[in-house]
């Protein structure tokens, strides 16, 4: 089977190795030449250095850039079964060419978009055949990550949803399956991660240095807040919350953090820029954490409620089912646990306590417990995930 990969940047490039990896014959177009030649020449410099590490045979790594052609003409990509756009995020380019590949490619094509952040339904609704479009989001490195959302829009056919999953699969990747709403599982239900530890910051309750280590030494998680943040990009990470929160009608869950905002104004986007929140010149000293057993229980469970309150709304909300919710957190973002099972662990009536606590403190809808928790403390039930 033939797949077409519209976009050779960051992500289409590593989606086009996975499917070579996968033996498909992979083509990989993009409407800038340089672009194309950057991509060719990092996917074999890739590749080299896991020859050099003993990873992968060289044989292998030629049969996988054998199987990749660069092409500069969308026409080639006629014959393809499956397509997947990875360009700009940009709404109406992405229209464009949607309606362009429906020129081109057979009825039966599915023609996916990588997109974070555009609704998969107005993406479809400027094709002809709209129930053959989906979305298929990778998680950036695509070639390590292991997870792929799969969003059907409210167009998709059956066909298309049953097939897309099972090429995915077949390339190895573990995939779960969200409803077409802002952020789908991941880039929706992580956003307290940063939102709720940027305003514990904010209102001075601890300082970066301690709110990071707190998250990691209570939580176990791998990078606190400010630390992946700063690793990520503040470009990046600001612009999914912001458009998270106007896609949710400005909700005050996901309202962003002017702190985070400036950094992007002053252009300290983290590690990229050499300064973040921390700076990370040559010679520059990290802040020491203010270790306190109690402020460091105080800002994990913070965090954490907030995290399992938005894990639960997405379950209520049908986003998801909790299996996959499960699935999606600990294999697209690594976390320790999944949220779900953290709720059972650290108890549904506390999280509901801490989250009123929060509410009556602040009088701030951000802090509303979701319905599914109450429920869930009145008949006494835990999260079933299996
Ligand atoms: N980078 C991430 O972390 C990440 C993760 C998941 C999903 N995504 C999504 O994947 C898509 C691509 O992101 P990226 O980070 O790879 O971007 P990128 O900027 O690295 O690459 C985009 C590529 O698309 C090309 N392009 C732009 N317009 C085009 C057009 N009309 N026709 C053909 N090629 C065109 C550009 O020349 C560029 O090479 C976006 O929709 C983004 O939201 C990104």
Known sequence: MQIGIIG?????????????????????????????????????????????????????????????????????????????????????????VFRELEMIVSKTCIIATNTSSISITSIAAACETPDRVIGIHFFNPAVIMPLVEIIPAIQTNEETLKKSCEIIASWGKTIVKAKDTPGFIVNRVARPYYGEAFKIMEEGLADMATIDWALKEKGGFKMGPFELTDFIGHDVNYAVTESVWSAFYFDARFRPSISQKRLVEANFLGRKSGKGFYDYAEGSIKPEPLKNE???????????????????????????????????????????????????????????????????????????????????????????FV
Not at 317 to 335: F, R
Not at 356 to 366: A, I, T, V
Not at 376 to 382: A, D, F, I, L, Y
């Open 8 to 96: 050779s940047g960051a992500m289409g490039s590593g989606i086009a190795q996975i499917a070579a990896t996968a033996s498909h014959a992979t083509l990989i177009f993009d409407n800038n030449p340089g672009a194309l030649h950057r991509s060719a020449e990092k996917t074999a410099a890739g590749l080299e250095v896991q020859v050099q590490k003993g990873k992968l045979s060289k044989d292998e790594a030629e049969r996988i850039l054998g199987n990749i052609t660069y092409v500069s003409n969308l026409s080639a990509c006629s014959n393809c079964e499956l397509i997947i756009e990875a360009i700009v995020e940009d709404l109406d380019i992405k229209k464009t």
């Open 294 to 384: 109690t402020l460091a229980v105080e800002i994990f469970e913070r965090v954490l409620v907030m995290l399992i309150n938005e894990a639960a709304d997405a379950i209520y909300m049908k986003i998801a089912s909790p299996k996959d919710l499960e699935t999606a957190m600990t294999k697209g973002v690594n976390y320790p646990k999944g949220l779900l099972a953290w709720a059972n662990e650290l108890g549904i009536e506390k999280t509901v306590s801490i989250l009123d606590g929060l509410f009556n403190k602040y009088h701030d809808m951000r802090y509303r417990v979701c319905p599914l928790l109450r429920v869930m403390v009145e008949k006494k039930t835990q999260f079933k």
